[in-house]
């Protein structure tokens, strides 16, 4: 096995932003967990820190801004880790906050940077122009991006086209009305790895599973638009509740939860197969829904 290791990144993670970097120019924007090329899986995890470079300060917000999921995906970067180390396959991770730029958003996408996210006013975004929008882009999404594609790339020059896993995680409640699923999975049009996984899953929990809920799979430009969908790679996003995985603990045991369902998942050669399929993203059509098990 081919380990990805000019892939590796030393620096370590800042969980606040109180504790970064002390300029953007020493900040670096993307963590690379190194893992055997030929895996036939890359975990991405576009929300997995609430961090920010020293010079944008909190952005105006107050401190328990930065505990929220407006900031990041709460309990993601754990699981993603244990996934990665389970399957010895390389991860990609963000290293700064969704509030500075998100990097699950296309590139022209309206909320790329929020000035408003869930009744919080986001006073260092208020009045972001056109020339700091560009610099967000070129210093943060765009490194994040690329990393990512580099990756892929290497993994496919290797032998064996990667399944892409984005994992993020969501609120249990939102704007009143409690979540009844404890794990979602977003697709767009491409059902091999969201089917595989959703029988595992399904034969695992007594709780129902999202099946492109609570969000759906399909974005113009969002991260497994740009790396799963143009590129005919199997992907899935997998959304856990964040009361569930926000300890360690319960971060370990979801990402061993979804890694039982994985594992015979991977083993399909059908995975490993480059194959284009139109997006639905943008399109005026039905949402598909994958088969039940029961």
Same mark, same amino acid.
């Given at each position: =096995?081919?380990?990805?290791?000019?892939?590796?990144?030393?620096?370590?993670?800042?969980?606040?932003?109180?504790?970064?970097?002390?300029?953007?120019?020493?900040?670096?924007?993307?963590?690379?967990?190194?893992?055997?090329? +030929?895996?036939?899986?890359?975990?991405?995890? +576009?929300?997995?820190?609430?961090?920010?470079?020293?010079?944008?300060?909190?952005? /105006?917000?107050?401190?328990?801004?930065?505990?929220?999921?407006?900031?990041?995906?709460?309990?993601?970067?754990?699981?993603?880790?244990?996934?990665?180390?389970?399957? /010895?396959?390389?991860?990609?991770?963000? *290293?700064?906050?969704?509030?500075?730029? +998100?990097?699950?958003?296309?590139?022209?996408?309206?909320?790329?940077?929020?000035?408003?996210?869930?009744?919080?006013?986001?006073?260092?975004?208020?009045?972001? +122009?056109?020339?700091?929008?560009? *610099?967000?882009?070129?210093?943060?999404?765009?490194?994040?991006?690329?990393?990512?594609?580099?990756?892929?790339?290497? =993994?496919?020059?290797?032998?064996?086209?990667?399944?892409?896993?984005?994992?993020?995680?969501?609120?249990?409640?939102?704007?009143?009305?409690?979540?009844?699923?404890?794990?979602?999975?977003?697709?767009?049009?491409?059902?091999?790895?969201?089917?595989?996984?959703?029988?595992?899953?399904?034969?695992?929990?007594?709780?129902?599973?999202?099946?492109?809920?609570?969000?759906?799979?399909?974005?113009?430009?969002?991260?497994?638009?740009?790396?799963?969908?143009?590129?005919?790679?199997?992907?899935?996003?997998?959304?856990? *509740?964040?009361?569930?995985?926000?300890?360690?603990? /319960?971060?370990?045991?979801?990402?061993?939860?979804?890694?039982?369902?994985?594992?015979?998942?991977? =083993?399909?050669?059908?995975?490993?197969?480059?194959?284009?399929?139109?997006?639905?993203? /943008?399109?005026?059509?039905?949402?598909?829904?994958?088969?039940?098990?029961?």
């Amino acid at each position: =096995m081919t380990l990805c290791g000019d892939f590796v990144n030393l620096h370590p993670v800042t969980s606040t932003p109180d504790s970064n970097s002390d300029d953007t120019a020493a900040f670096e924007p993307v963590e690379i967990i190194p893992g055997a090329l +030929d895996s036939g899986l890359i975990l991405l995890c +576009d929300h997995a820190s609430n961090a920010l470079p020293r010079e944008y300060g909190s952005l /105006g917000l107050p401190a328990e801004q930065f505990a929220r999921h407006i900031a990041w995906d709460i309990g993601a970067a754990a699981v993603t880790r244990a996934l990665s180390a389970r399957f /010895g396959a390389p991860a990609v991770l963000s *290293r700064f906050s969704r509030l500075l730029i +998100d990097p699950n958003r296309g590139v022209d996408d309206p909320t790329l940077v929020m000035k408003l996210s869930d009744g919080a006013i986001v006073p260092g975004n208020i009045n972001v +122009d056109g020339a700091e929008l560009d *610099r967000r882009r070129e210093r943060f999404w765009r490194p994040y991006r690329e990393k990512a594609a580099d990756l892929i790339r290497a =993994m496919i020059a290797a032998g064996k086209p990667p399944a892409i896993l984005s994992i993020h995680s969501f609120t249990p409640v939102w704007r009143g009305v409690a979540r009844p699923w404890e794990v979602g999975l977003l697709w767009d049009s491409d059902p091999r790895l969201a089917q595989g996984l959703l029988e595992g899953l399904e034969g695992a929990l007594t709780s129902p599973v999202g099946d492109n809920e609570p969000y759906d799979g399909a974005l113009v430009g969002d991260t497994l638009y740009d790396l799963g969908t143009a590129r005919g790679l199997a992907h899935v996003i997998v959304e856990f *509740r964040q009361d569930l995985i926000d300890a360690e603990a /319960g971060a370990l045991h979801w990402a061993g939860v979804v890694g039982d369902a994985l594992a015979p998942v991977l =083993m399909q050669p059908d995975l490993h197969i480059i194959r284009h399929h139109p997006s639905r993203a /943008g399109a005026r059509v039905a949402i598909p829904t994958l088969r039940r098990t029961s």
